[in-house]
């Protein structure tokens, strides 16, 4: 069974900093691409950042880019991403998944319960 559990999530201040950790299991972790994703209220999930499968890409969203950093551990099965210079507008939910060409752009269609990032002065 595929499973993803977020972690790491939290209130952070305008400018501030937070890492996210994400545990999968199910699947071979290392033959996979891995992305965050988010979902603000009111708004579709987006990708945010994706890391290759050997981690010698990255691949950002405009709006993080620079700000965000995305890695992996490949021997634990685990997929951070470190941000940095956080906005208000990066309040969200934040998910760990393949990614994949399903409707809801994941490979296998299904989703963890991911982390909630409010960032507030």
């Known amino acids: 069974q595929v499973r993803f559990v977020e972690s790491g999530g939290g209130l952070a201040q305008p400018g501030g900093s937070l890492r996210l950790s994400c545990v999968v299991s199910?699947?071979?972790?290392?033959?996979?691409?891995m992305s965050w994703f988010r979902q603000a209220p009111g708004k579709e999930r987006e990708k945010v950042a994706t890391?290759?499968?050997?981690?010698?890409?990255?691949h950002y969203r405009d709006t993080v880019q620079g700000r965000f950093t995305i890695s992996r551990d490949n021997a634990n099965n685990l997929v951070y991403l470190l941000m940095n210079g956080l906005k208000v507008e990066d309040t969200a939910v934040y998910y760990c998944n393949v990614p994949g060409q399903r409707a809801d752009g994941s490979h296998f269609g299904s989703w963890g319960h991911g982390t909630q990032v409010s960032v507030s002065s």
């Open positions: 890391i290759s499968s050997s981690a010698d890409k990255t």
């Open positions: 199910g699947f071979t972790f290392s033959d996979y691409h």
